[in-house]
DNA sequence: ACCTGTGTTGAC
DNA sequence: TCAACACAGGTG
């Protein structure tokens, strides 16, 4: 067993993880002190790594005393290590991503990396960690501290917690004046969006919520784009409605080009243009008033019952299980279209469950549209299999170039791909359409406690406005 | 959705 | 003292 005796000294422990963050180490132990310098040479000493934030990694060396040791082997059940004292084990107690979520920040990012050898030969060399050590503290005098108040309401910089939206928002500083970023529905996704426009404002040195290697790929993005151009883009990757990016709530452009359109019969839009109506009125919903009469309000039925419908007409570009959570694998049924310039929603329920019965939750996906293509929904119909009038939207939109091909987005959508290829319909290589900027959604919705599921197809096709 | 005023915090 | 920050009200 090891005794998790690790002294740190006072002064680097407050500036490394800041009043009270000690509290926050998910270590058991009663007495975990980081040992100074002076020990780092000591046989038992192990040592740690520091995510400095810019790619480089200090060590901070631990002093850890072998308690009991009669036994050739020691077993820790809780933490599923099994150490004998013959072989080298090593152990990261704090994963470097865990860390991240624990408040404290990227430069923070500590593991412990646990070395128990009593071969002293085969250890690091302390020397150098030593060496590495005064290298850390010296960039970290160098490097400015974080000034202002701590958040009370997110564990992220930049991440506040909006009551009257609900929100998280994160904003940034820059020449003296505070920059919104963009609403989110988590605060890690705020986080994010702090992130990247720190290191955009501020250049790599600047303190973040995670690791810098996150946002390899967002810096090589970013490097085109001035500073407004980049909040844009923050902007419209936030969760909710963006300006900018599409004059319709929930519809959002995605930086491959395609449109991503995120709604929920009752939860989302529904739910917002029913909340609309109650306080403001109708002049700010996004349907059309006079669906809600009697109707949408007045079904409460609907709500909470199994066939409400999370219209999550999105795609991704990256992993979307991870973002959203809320994206399962459904089989879509063929889509179909019509040059009817309508979008139509199609109820029945027929076709097989497939998706996690432990969440109503419901997503439809659909395919890469037109950028060009605005769509203005107008609820106008309904059909259903049963007879029975449900609700539909008319679409108005125009389109100025050329549509591009539709791009399946089963790959990073978390679809099979057997189960979604019938789903996306090419507009330009598909025999059924006559327009090739004809959209077309189809999803599947479950019921937690039915086996039943719900099959619906949307189409949608643009007609061009009035002259 | 976005801007902006104001209070708070901590480094200098 | 001042910059950085969070919070929250205002505006369109």
Known sequence: MFDLNLTLNSNDKEKKFGKGCEQEFPVTSNSLVVNSEETASNEDTCFTRESTGTGETASVAFNFGILGGNDPYEKDHDRGLILTKTEMVTQELFPTGQLSELNLGSRSNISLDLSFNPDSSQQARPEMVVQHQQQEVQQMKARKSRRGPKSKSSQYRGVTFYRRTGRWESHIWDCGKQVYLGGFDTDLSAARAYDRAAIKFRGVDADINFNLADYKEDMKQM????????????????????????????????????????????????????????????????????????????????????????????????????????????????????????????????????????????????????????????EQEVISSQGQQEWAWQVHGRVVSTPMAMVSAAASSGFSLPATTSFFTAPNSSPEVSNPSAVNMCFASYSGTSTNTSRNCLQMKPSLPPP
């Open 223 to 378: 490097k085109n784009l001035s500073k407004k151009e980049f909040v844009q883009t923050l902007r419209r990757q936030s969760t909710v409605f963006s300006r900018g990016s599409s004059k319709c709530r929930g519809v959002n452009l995605q930086k491959c080009g395609s449109w991503e359109a995120r709604m929920g019969q009752f939860l989302g839009e529904r739910a917002y243009d029913k909340a609309a109506i109650k306080s403001n009125g109708s002049d700010v919903i996004n349907f059309d008033p006079s669906t809600y009469d009697g109707k949408m309000i007045s079904k409460p039925h609907n709500e909470g019952s199994p066939h409400d419908l999370d219209l999550n007409l999105g795609i991704s570009t990256s992993s979307p299980l991870k973002e959203s959570g809320s994206l399962f694998s459904y089989q879509f049924p063929p889509c179909y279209v019509q040059n009817t310039g309508q979008l139509k929603l199609r109820s029945d329920n027929s076709g097989t469950r497939v998706d996690n019965p432990l969440t109503s939750e419901y997503s439809v996906l659909w395919a890469g549209v037109n950028p060009n293509f605005v769509p203005n929904y107008k």
